[in-house]
């Protein structure tokens, strides 16, 4: 799940200098479930922006609306006959649903309303912890479950460093909290399970070409398409 936060009120203000026909647009996927972008929030956004112009004296037309999804063409559709309404849209979805509206909206300014952090899961209610980086090549058989590309915050393939002690990882002094250890959680994961003869194996190389460093991935699934 892609997990966010709202913007701070100040920086959205900023993007909306000069227009007067505002929609605060919510998305009803990820960011929802973290309690960010679906449509209680964008409810409270927009009345939020309803009573800094009520002070400030400003009539500007402030709605909103949320969407299944704004990562999908098919709902964002549903706003074809109802975006020559607005000026300029807030969008509360990830940035993939913010540029997604953009390329289809093309004549109209789409501004980010939360900045989209990691995919992640939620811990306990208020709390989600980052869980995987989408490396593009999946390696969780080999490490028991535990992904060592995000939970080692060197990327190590091999490990632990001798950064680890205790079962944790020495930038827990620069973050102010501890922080697991990602090889120790392999190692304690595999023992449990009885592999822990996978933790003896070097890694095999992994094809880092599959990552972002290659520019837009794209997956295209001819059993799918129409």
């Known amino acids: 799940m892609i997990m966010a936060k709202a913007k701070p009120l100040e920086e959205i203000l900023s993007y909306l200098e000069g227009f007067q026909r505002i929609l605060v647009l919510g998305c009803n996927g990820c960011v929802a479930v973290c309690e960010a972008g679906g449509l209680k929030e964008a409810e409270v956004l927009a009345s939020a922006l309803r009573i800094q112009n009520m002070q400030a004296g400003d009539r500007r037309d402030i709605q909103e609306l ?3 999804r704004q990562c999908d063409k098919e709902y964002l559709a549903e706003l074809k006959d109802k975006m020559d309404n607005y000026d300029a849209v807030v969008s509360l979805a990830c940035g993939a649903g913010v540029q997604f509206m953009a390329e289809m909206y093309t004549e109209k300014p789409i501004f980010p309303g939360v900045d989209t952090c990691f995919i992640g ?9 980052e869980r995987c980086q989408a490396c593009g090549q999946c390696i969780l058989a080999e ?16 490990g632990p460093c001798g950064g680890s002690e205790k079962g944790k990882c020495e930038i827990s002094v620069l973050v102010g909290r501890d922080v697991d250890c990602g090889w120790h959680l392999i190692f304690e994961r595999l023992k449990k399970l009885g592999q822990i003869g996978r933790f003896a194996e070097p890694a095999l190389d992994k094809d880092w070409t599959l990552s972002r460093d290659g520019g837009p991935r794209l997956i295209i699934r001819e059993d799918v398409r129409p």
Not at 123 to 129: C, K
Not at 146 to 156: E, G, Q, V
Request: net charge positive; hydrophobic share 35%; aromatic share 4%.
């Open 121 to 129: 899961v939620t811990e306990e209610q208020g709390v989600w912890t």
């Open 143 to 158: 490490t028991g479950g535990i992904c060592p590309i995000m939970r080692c915050a060197k990327r190590m393939m091999n």
């Open 66 to 68: 949320s969407l299944t």
